[in-house]
Structure formats: structure tokens, C-alpha cells
């Protein structure tokens, strides 16, 4: 049961991010598009840093540990 | 017209050959990196290859002193939405991570994904977006002027 509720946020929060994803390619939508977003990370004089360490510590994580 | 016709077209050329390469480069790489297994000397070289390449990349690339663009228009907040789902993925990650129980009952993003990462396929799928991503962070970062798709 525990499990069950965990994956069941999980879920809604992917298709949140699949809404998100869409609804920013929607015609005269004000969302920033996923590249904006990354744009703006990466152009953050600290948040790019952020993105770069992230980055790297997820594939880190994920590959090799 | 003729494709060889339209202006831009022999700039185009070399630049969609370029990306095509650095695709079939980025497949071939995911598809042996995900050959690996963790924990091993063959992973922790080929998953540090692309984070080396990346940092130097980005030292090479990325202006010192960025200017952010101007992409908001007054009065809306187009990236409002990303943080508040990015907030909520962490805290529920950070939840999931602190709970008491088993890793079956409280999943975090890690232990998911490696379930996926048993399946050969799957693994070499998520290896080849964490490569994409990398690219596209050296890309998103560089001046507009400098940009190549193969970046």
C-alpha cells in the first residue's frame, strides 16, 4: 500500500512535467519551453554552475557510483 | 527551387552533417557505456570521459562573464511553473529518501532508475539523454553567434 502511494505521486509528477512540456509548445503559451529553461540555467552566472555539477553527479550516480 | 538553391543552403550542409555525426557518435558511445556495469573500472572511465569533455567544453565555450538573455515579457513568469515542479520533485525525493521502510516502499528517482537500468536497452536510452543533455547545456550556454549543432 505504502508503495503504491509513493508511485502514484511519482506518476503524477511526470505527467505534470509531460503537461508542463506540452503546454509550453502551445500556441501563444507564456511558459518558457524546456530549452529556455536551460538557457536560462546556463546563463546564470551561479545557477550554471549548478547545472554543470548536476549534471555530472547524475551521470556520475546513474553509471558509475 | 532547388534545395542547393535557397540561401543558406551550403551553410546548412556541413552543419546538418555535423550533427548527424555527433548523434551516431552519442549513440555509439550510450550503446557501449551501457555495456558497463557500476561499480567497475570500464564505467567509472566511460562515464568520466563525457564530464571531462563537458567541463572542458564549457571553460572553451562558455563566456566568463555571461549576460542572460531577455526572455521574460512584463507581467508573466514563463519559468514559474518549471520551479514549482522541480521544488515539489525534490521535496518528494527528499521524502522518499528520508522515510522508514524498505527502498520498495518508498522509490526514489535512483533506485527506479535502476530497475531501468537492468535492461540493456534501457540503460543505453538513458545514457544516450544524459549524453543529449550535456550538449545541449554546452549548446544552451554558449553565445548565439558561436553556436554549431554539433555543441
Excluded: C
Amino acid at each position: 500500500m505504502t508503495s503504491a502511494i509513493s508511485y502514484a505521486v511519482w506518476a503524477v509528477l511526470g505527467l505534470a512535467l509531460l503537461g508542463l512540456w506540452a503546454r509550453s509548445y502551445a500556441p501563444g503559451s507564456t511558459l518558457a519551453r524546456p530549452g529556455a529553461v536551460l538557457e536560462r540555467l546556463a546563463l546564470g552566472p551561479f545557477l550554471r554552475i549548478a547545472l554543470v555539477l548536476a549534471w555530472g553527479w547524475v551521470g556520475w550516480h546513474l553509471f558509475a557510483r | 527551387m532547388r534545395d542547393e538553391e535557397r540561401p543558406g543552403a551550403r551553410q546548412r550542409r556541413p552543419r546538418d552533417i555535423a550533427l548527424v555525426i555527433a548523434g551516431a557518435v552519442a549513440v555509439a558511445y550510450a550503446l557501449v557505456g551501457a555495456t558497463t556495469t557500476a561499480f567497475s573500472g570500464p564505467a567509472d572511465i566511460l562515464t568520466a570521459v563525457p564530464i571531462v569533455a563537458l567541463v572542458v567544453l564549457v571553460v572553451i565555450r562558455w563566456p566568463l562573464h555571461p549576460r542572460p538573455a531577455l526572455l521574460t515579457e512584463e507581467g508573466t513568469h514563463p519559468f514559474r511553473a518549471w520551479v514549482v515542479l522541480f521544488a515539489a520533485v525534490v521535496l518528494w525525493e527528499l521524502a522518499e529518501y528520508a522515510a522508514r521502510g524498505s527502498r520498495a516502499d518508498h522509490p526514489t528517482l535512483s533506485s527506479m532508475l535502476d530497475a531501468v537500468n537492468r535492461y540493456y536497452v534501457l540503460k543505453a536510452l538513458i545514457f544516450f539523454a544524459w549524453l543529449y543533455l550535456g550538449g545541449a547545456i554546452v549548446r544552451r550556454g554558449t553565445p548565439k553567434r558561436e553556436r554549431t549543432p554539433s555543441s
